[in-house]
């Protein structure tokens, strides 16, 4: 268990419609990061956050967005879905403040988002 | 991020070693080589990361070069459980940069 909450785990909508993946870090970890893996395709960076604030962005559609929250949980939208967008979706979390840490990521078990 | 290279795919047999090589022959001085490996469609998982000294944890070991240009990761007795895709990736250590994931080394344990 890597401590990274994600949910829902599987998600099925339809093209056009708007989703929100929800993402709980490690305890105390202030870094989130989202990652999509489409069928047989690579980890793709889409964005993280620090503490609240937008750290580094990736290729991350215009349709997507993100945030974090005070309480650290961070949340992605996906918007006008398209059948493309269906994916795994992880969160990761790190942090440098507990002994030990150096800045490893720990990643969720993911979202599963189809789309009809 | 400094660029690594793996092969695409192994075979190892049970019980035996697995040694799974990386290139990265830009590696700068402050970069670390960490490896992660994802178990199908499961979340990546951490294994262990060095800079330039051998390193082993209950997971694995890594052996760095001594000129720092490539590494291999060794699973010493390898398992059915330890099929999966392996990524090698070069990174500061010390910070929360994000990883940016190759195609990695696509392992087989057969029986």
């Known amino acids: 268990d890597s401590g990274v909450t994600q949910t829902p785990k599987h998600l099925i909508t339809a093209t056009g419609q708007r989703v929100t993946l929800r993402c709980s870090p490690r305890?105390?970890?202030?870094?989130v990061y989202w990652y999509q893996q489409s069928l047989d395709q690579g980890l793709q960076f889409l964005i993280q956050?620090?503490?609240?604030?937008?750290?580094a962005k990736g290729n991350i559609l215009e349709r997507f967005s993100a945030q974090q929250f005070p309480d650290l949980h961070s949340e992605l939208n996906l918007s006008s879905l398209e059948l493309g967008d269906s994916a795994l979706y992880f969160c990761?979390?790190?942090?440098?403040?507990?002994?030990?840490?150096?800045?490893?990521?720990?990643f969720g078990e993911g979202s599963r988002l189809t789309v009809l | 991020d400094a660029k690594t290279t793996q092969p695409p795919s192994m075979d190892c047999a049970e019980g035996r070693a697995a040694n799974l090589p990386c290139n990265h022959s830009t590696i700068s001085g402050n970069e670390y080589v960490y490896w992660y490996r994802q178990i199908h469609s499961q979340g990546p998982q951490y294994i262990i990361h060095g800079l330039k000294n051998n390193e082993t944890n209950e997971m694995a070991s890594l052996i760095i070069t001594e000129d720092r240009k490539s590494s291999t990761l060794i699973l010493p007795h390898a398992t059915l459980r330890d099929t999966a895709v392996y990524y090698c990736?070069?990174?500061?250590?010390?910070?929360?940069?994000?990883?940016?994931f190759g195609t990695g080394t696509r392992l087989q344990v057969f029986p």
């Open positions: 990736i070069v990174r500061v250590a010390y910070n929360t940069d994000k990883l940016i």
């Open positions: 305890s105390g970890d202030l870094s």
């Open positions: 990761a979390s790190s942090g440098l403040d507990r002994v030990g840490d150096t800045g490893e990521l720990f």
């Open positions: 956050y620090y503490n609240g604030e937008e750290r």
